[in-house]
């Protein structure tokens, strides 16, 4: 099983900033890696598809990046409404895993 | 615009079998290259990954639950349903079911979630 792990696990940030949150693979996945964003109480939303690929509406500021074991997710100009966990899961092999998530609060 | 929710009980007792429900609006299981997945979320932790049916009826399940989950889809009601045997105080939590779609050869990313249902394990 692929484990992957987030890091950190909590950043606060204000707004109009950049943050980047990492993913890590334990074995290569290629670019098999997609980003979600989970805000409380609410089914978690595809952000980035295979890596680098933005979902359809989301936000330009969102995008993401990497390949083999390193992969990263940076927001641009962070805004209030980006308060959530971001979650990492990868589909190169099964059983599909998930990261721990990377929880964002907005200062 | 596609929709998919779940449905069953909201208490379960340990060692009872759970049956939740997955039902998809403005989506027909002909439709070929996607798959429903199973995700679940104990309180306050992080997404796990259960099962995924896939459109030619492949199935696939997570190791650590293998031998106690089952998923089958009945396209006549455009639903996908999950049983769980065996159920435990641990398995509590949110499950959600969700729209996998992509390419095959690297894998389905989960781009349609239900809004998830609330399952507490408790005698």
């Known amino acids: 099983e692929i484990v992957l792990t987030q890091s950190p696990d909590f950043q606060s940030v204000t707004p109009k900033e950049k943050v980047t949150f990492t993913c890590r693979a334990s074995q290569s996945i290629g670019t098999s890696l997609h980003w979600y964003q989970q805000k409380p109480d609410q089914s978690p939303k595809l952000l980035i598809k295979?890596?680098?690929q933005s979902f359809s509406g989301v936000p330009s500021r969102f995008s993401g990046s990497g390949s083999g074991t390193d992969f990263t997710l940076t927001i641009n100009s962070l805004e209030a409404e980006d308060a959530a966990t971001y979650y990492c899961h990868q589909s190169s092999s099964l059983p599909h895993t998930f990261g721990q998530g990377t929880k964002l609060e907005i200062k | 615009q596609i929709t998919l929710k779940e449905a069953g009980p909201t208490l379960v007792r340990p060692t009872q079998t759970l049956t939740l429900s997955c039902t998809l609006s403005?989506?027909?299981?002909?439709?070929?290259?996607?798959?429903v997945g199973w995700i679940r979320q104990p309180p306050g932790k992080a997404l796990e990954w259960l099962a995924l049916i896939y459109w030619d009826d492949d199935k696939r399940y997570s190791p650590s639950l293998k031998g106690r989950l089952t998923i089958t889809k009945d396209p006549s009601k455009n639903q996908v349903v999950l049983t769980m045997s065996n159920m435990d105080p641990v398995d509590t939590g949110t499950y959600y079911c969700?729209?996998?779609?992509?390419?095959?050869?690297?894998?389905?990313?989960?781009?349609?979630w239900g809004q998830g249902t609330l399952v507490t394990v408790s005698s």
């Open positions: 403005a989506f027909s299981f002909t439709t070929g290259g996607v798959a």
């Open positions: 295979y890596a680098s």
């Open positions: 969700a729209l996998a779609s992509g390419i095959p050869e690297f894998g389905y990313f989960f781009d349609y």
